[in-house]
């Protein structure tokens, strides 16, 4: 079985994206647009019909 990789480091890259450093040694660089499309959809309190 594989090691498990944890996320060791994120840090803001100019304020537009953020880049993150994983146990691994390895690295990623996300972009404002690739960050909205992997946010969970949530739905509003209006819509669940709370109160």
């Known amino acids: 079985m594989a090691d498990t990789i944890l996320v060791t480091a994120v840090d803001r890259d100019h ?14 660089q996300y972009s404002v ?3 909205l499309a992997l946010r969970p ?6 819509d669940s019909g709370s109160v």
């Open 15 to 28: 304020g537009d994206g953020i880049f993150v450093s994983f146990s691994d040694g390895t690295h990623a």
């Open 41 to 46: 959809v949530r739905e509003s309190d209006e």
């Open 33 to 35: 647009d690739e960050l």
